[in-house]
């Protein structure tokens, strides 16, 4: 008999390597939204969402932006009293939000880690105008023509070369990504 | 000569270049031997994990595989992501034979195995605990003083936590700027993020972020901020005009890597340490 899983469950499992203090041990101090930089750019602070998850109230922490705003500096992380890994469980939401297909629309994050895993797998290497490519469409045209400048200014300053490095194992590379998940095709 | 296995990492061969020939220049002067792994990938920055984690460690796992490999024992990133990233990755192949297996199984790919057993060291604690605050005292023939000097730790080498290390008030690089005749300045933002990719998938947020650093270093007194991070030294200084534009605000404060510093303090010769000229300017102002 399948067995489902309650979504605060779900978000647990994804935690995998981690190992962190389960979610249900947060005492709601919320000391990680007084500490988080990023805290006035989120629809919810890091405590709200904890206290959404552990309600299983899957819908409203999939369409909130938080986990997307996370910049991955761990500083709630090491301060978090009862030893939750609260950068790591933003991860787990990205994941699981990547997973299945549902994130609050118009946010980059997705797309940009989505280019940045393909760069790799055609590469080894990372490359910023590659990944420039993937994100740019979706700003204004006054941000593309300003990001074009600024982008020239680095080539010609030599700052920033004009072709991109790549594994020469390349294609054991690929089959090693294969063995992890299966990436099909990647172009 | 003690040698080591190098990771250079992605930025350090694009934006980064004065990183990469700083660390090099101020290695050789220190009699640290770097030996850049052969055939290394990128580490992932904090782009894969979102996608999926078993795939993030396993890339990583290459490049500590690579490592360990030569039969050296450390292996020493200068890019604070890359950094964070193999130390953890080596910390979980250490605690984790499922995690280890499932590894091994994809890196047999590329004929490489790991046992997670390569000490992962940032380039700053190399100089600082292997070669030691007296030598790099000793080796400073042409020290910075009065220079002014932000130490910008960022997040990833001080957290998330590794040991017993201070990660509210480390005070390391305040040393090693003491070291070569540097005055670091205290201020509360050391520490802060600079925003990392935010910068690219939530500009707005990421801005805010550099704008209340490079205020908090310039109200301290800093004239030059220092970063051991290509990341974080490409948000202060490459979007420090969008800040001024998108806060009205004037600064033009020089960002260096701790590196070139270390470089101008060693009497390393500028063009290989990727110093600019009025970087040098300041620095000969400020001496005396």
């Known amino acids: ?187 | 000569m003690k040698q080591y296995a190098y990771f250079p990492g992605c930025s350090l061969e694009s934006l980064s270049k004065n990183y990469n020939i700083s660390t090099q220049a101020v290695a050789a002067e220190l009699g640290v031997g770097l030996q850049e792994l052969e055939d290394w990938n990128c580490c992932g920055a904090t782009a894969y994990f979102p996608v999926d984690e078993l795939l993030a460690y396993t890339l990583v796992s290459r490049n500590l595989a690579i490592a360990e490999k030569t039969g050296l024992t450390d292996f020493v990133a200068p890019c604070s992501a890359c950094y964070k990233n193999a130390y953890a990755t080596n910390k979980y192949l250490k605690g984790d034979p499922d995690l280890l297996e499932h590894i091994n199984f994809a890196l047999e790919e590329d004929d490489l195995q790991v046992e997670g057993k390569m000490k992962v060291r940032h380039l700053i604690e190399v100089f600082i605990e292997d070669v030691g605050l007296e030598a790099i005292k000793e080796k400073t023939t042409n020290p910075l003083k009065g220079l002014r000097v932000a130490p910008y730790y960022g997040c990833q080498i001080v957290r998330p936590r590794k040991d017993k290390e201070d990660v509210e008030n480390p005070q390391f690089f305040e040393q090693l700027l003491s070291a070569i005749g540097a005055e670091p300045i205290d201020y509360a933002s050391k520490t802060r993020c600079c925003g990392g990719s935010l910068i690219i998938t939530n500009r707005k947020a990421a801005l805010d972020m550099v704008y209340k650093l490079l205020q908090d270093a310039v109200k301290s007194g800093a004239n030059v901020i220092a970063t051991t991070c290509p990341m974080c030294n490409v948000n202060v200084e490459v979007y420090q005009g969008q800040v001024n534009r998108e806060f009205g605000t004037n600064f033009s404060i020089p960002v260096v890597y701790f590196t070139q510093l270390m470089g101008m303090a060693l009497g390393v010769e500028p063009k290989r340490i990727g110093v600019s000229a009025s970087m040098l300017s300041l620095a000969q102002s400020t001496v005396g």
């Open chain 1, 1 to 187: 008999m399948a067995v489902e899983l309650s979504f605060s469950k779900e978000i647990e499992n994804m935690m995998y390597a981690s190992h962190g203090k389960p979610i249900k041990d947060c005492l709601q101090c919320g000391t990680c939204s007084g500490t988080c930089p990023a805290v006035e750019f989120m629809d919810n602070s890091p405590r709200e969402i904890i206290g959404l998850i552990r309600a299983d109230m899957r819908d409203d922490v999939m369409k909130s932006n938080t986990y997307w705003t996370c910049a991955s500096c761990y500083h709630c992380t090491v301060r978090c009293p009862a030893g939750i890994d609260i950068a790591d469980m933003m991860y787990s939401l990205k994941r699981y939000s990547m997973w299945k297909g549902t994130y609050k629309e118009g946010l980059l994050g997705p797309d940009f880690s989505e280019a940045f895993v393909k760069m790799i797998v055609n590469s080894g290497r990372s490359f910023e105008p590659i990944l420039a490519a993937t994100y740019l469409p979706k700003y204004s045209a006054g941000d593309i023509v300003r990001e074009g400048l600024m982008a020239t200014g680095l080539v010609l300053s030599g700052k920033m070369p004009l072709l991109p490095k790549k594994v020469k194992r390349l294609k054991n590379v690929q089959r090693m990504v294969r063995r992890i998940i299966p990436i099909g095709d990647t172009k």
